[in-house]
């Protein structure tokens, strides 16, 4: 796959269950990043992580809010006890900023969550 | 802090016709990147064209094309012969290059096209 891929692409769950979300992204890139897409809304960044450097976590809105990656492979977005603001679409993009930092942003095609 | 606006929420054009999409932002940086990305129905976020801050020549790809105001900080999107295709959420990013190599986006402009 050539493609950032993202799974699942829709999740629905009961309010207070936890979620994972995964994003695979290219081989290669060593930045990674995570946005939150409410509906109709532009994306708001959630956290950014760049090889093996600490992960820039300022815009997770809450401590309900938590995202790993191993290396600069897959990472994993968790986010506990769901709320009903917290439905959302979720898009993860990976990036190669080692040639330059015009490098754009290649994304998956999200995770639909839906908390009920 | 870096802010990108887009004041814009939606915009139509006929088929055919030329639109501009308006983009702003706000930084203290001399250097840093610029991009127009569209996001069709399908979720699929796609790069339609990208800024270098330090080049005078604005970008151009095919029927894109940007205005590149540096000292105002605007970055304007144009779509010329405009078609269905391009009805879209259009969205204006900005990138500073660096250890805190975060990229802000705008609110996005959604584009209708009109047969």
New interface residues.
């Given amino acids: 796959g050539a493609g950032v891929s993202q799974s699942p692409s829709n999740k629905v769950t009961e309010k207070g269950k936890d979620v994972e979300l995964r994003c695979d992204p290219i081989s290669g890139h060593t930045a990674l990043y995570w946005y939150r897409q409410r509906l109709g809304q532009g994306l708001e960044f959630l956290i950014y992580f760049q090889g093996n450097s600490a992960p820039d976590k300022s815009g997770l809105p809450s401590d309900r809010f938590s995202a790993e990656r191993t290396g600069e492979s897959v990472s994993t977005l968790t986010i506990q006890r769901t709320q009903q603001e917290d439905s959302a679409v979720y898009l993860c993009a990976s990036s190669d900023p080692q040639g330059s930092s015009n490098s754009p942003l290649h994304f998956g095609n999200g995770t639909r969550l839906t908390v009920t | 802090a870096q802010t990108v606006t887009q004041s814009q929420p939606e915009m139509s054009v006929q088929e055919a016709e030329t639109v501009t999409l308006s983009c702003t932002y706000d930084t203290s940086e001399s250097d840093y ?1 610029l ?1 127009w ?1 569209k996001q069709p129905p ?4 796609i ?1 339609v064209i ?1 800024q ?1 801050a330090y080049k005078q020549q604005n970008a151009t790809e095919n029927r894109f094309s940007v205005n590149f105001q540096k000292a105002a900080k605007s970055f304007s999107l144009k779509i010329s012969d405009s078609q269905l295709g391009d009805a879209a959420m259009y ?1 204006c ?1 900005y ?14 402009t959604r584009l209708h096209i009109l047969p």
Avoid: H, N, V, W
């Fill in positions: 990147y991009f990305y399908s979720r699929q976020m790069l990208r270098e969205f990013a990138r500073t290059p660096g250890r805190d190599d975060k990229i802000i986006f705008g609110k996005g």
